[in-house]
């Protein structure tokens, strides 16, 4: 098989060493890795083949994402973070042995109403400042005691909860939520979920009985200023492409769509097979570094779907076929997403399919 000019190589290695170093930061705490959207754009079964016997759970947003790692053999616990919204689907979690997230009165009702084979076991949500999903903590004591007596249920209820404001350590929102969770949870013997990844990291009072790492377990830093190298944490993700065509350009010529970057002097540009159309932002700036041959070098003009173009004034040497690294070993994609005024998620979560996916 030819590789693709545009691929994504996953190192499984690095995999293994970020859920490590969640086992270093809470090692009393059972792990649900989060894996949904694709594994954050990492392919949801691969992730899941690899993590399965290192970890405790695994954690999806949707029923349909835990049916295909059910048809793909993984047969440890899963946890659907979005639970269900129809009864029609209670009868998918028990044939497919999923466990639910109970966050709505609505959903109750429908447990309430259900007559089912086996009992269904249930993570009970409490909204304590994320105003997402959750049930409200007015509304917790009874809403509890109504679950605890529907006959569908298993009575190992577990609890949880999710902190918007986790990854800014200097917002004191983190700890007001973990306290109303403490209050509202207090005496009752069920498992407690806390932690996503940057709480594991900033907020060692949240790494309860289950910790729920996401961004960490792919090697991005969580926290709103914080890096991957000062947490430890290795990419799983390296996004690389090569250089298919070289161009002289003269001082004053535009290029690219827009003409909006132009030559202060006689340069080299380098056009490099990768654009929107595989998942690279569009709205990167000029500037943006990119890697050859561990040199940085910066993007010079806009992001077409199937092409970027580079200043190659620092590499005059590079030859068509060279090797590109958009994010990656050597070069995060916190930074890029920096230079594209948005999140790491994006960008993982970005890539498309025709981009080729390789497993190392």
């Given at each position: ?36 959207a694709n ?126 404001n986790a ?61 991957a190298k ?131």
């Open positions: 098989m030819i590789q693709a000019a545009a691929h994504v190589k996953l190192n499984m290695q690095a995999l293994r060493h970020n859920v490590d170093r969640v086992r270093e930061y809470a090692p009393e705490s059972k792990v649900m890795a989060v894996i949904k594994a954050y754009g990492h392919g949801m079964v691969t992730i899941a083949q690899h993590l399965s016997s290192n970890v405790d759970a695994l954690a999806v947003a949707r029923i349909d994402e835990a049916v295909r790692l059910r048809a793909a053999n993984i047969t440890g616990r899963i946890l659907v973070l979005q639970g269900f919204t129809q009864a029609e689907e209670l009868d998918v979690f028990l044939q497919y042995q999923l466990d639910a997230v109970v966050h709505s009165e609505q959903q109750i009702q429908i447990l309430e109403a259900a007559s089912l084979d086996s009992q269904l076991s249930v993570f009970f949500k409490v909204d304590t400042g994320m105003n997402r999903l959750g049930v409200l903590p007015k509304q917790f004591s009874k809403l509890l005691l109504r679950l605890q007596q529907c006959a569908s249920v298993n009575p190992s209820i577990s609890f949880m909860t999710h902190f918007s990854d800014d350590i200097q917002d004191n929102k983190t700890a007001q939520q973990l306290a109303l969770f403490e209050q509202l949870t207090k005496g009752y013997g069920g498992d407690k979920s806390c932690a996503n990844s940057a709480a594991i990291v900033a907020w060692p009072e949240a790494r309860t009985d289950w910790v729920r790492p996401g961004l960490m377990l792919y090697g991005v830093s969580p926290l709103l200023h914080g890096t000062s947490l430890d944490l290795k990419p799983v993700m390296s996004l690389y492409s090569r250089i298919i065509a070289l161009k002289q350009v003269t001082k004053g010529e535009a290029v690219g769509y827009g003409s909006g970057w132009v030559a202060e002097k006689e340069m080299l540009i380098g056009v490099v097979s990768i654009g929107y159309g595989d998942g690279y932002p569009r709205y990167a700036k000029n500037g943006t570094p990119v890697l050859i041959a561990n040199t940085r070098v910066p993007l010079a003009g806009r992001v077409s779907m199937d092409m970027l173009t580079i200043d190659l004034s620092t590499c005059p040497k590079t030859k068509i076929g060279d090797k590109v690294t958009l994010w990656g070993e050597g070069l995060s994609v916190e930074e890029i997403a920096s230079y594209s005024g948005t999140i790491p998620y994006t960008l993982l979560c970005g890539i498309t399919r025709r981009v080729q996916v390789i497993s190392i």
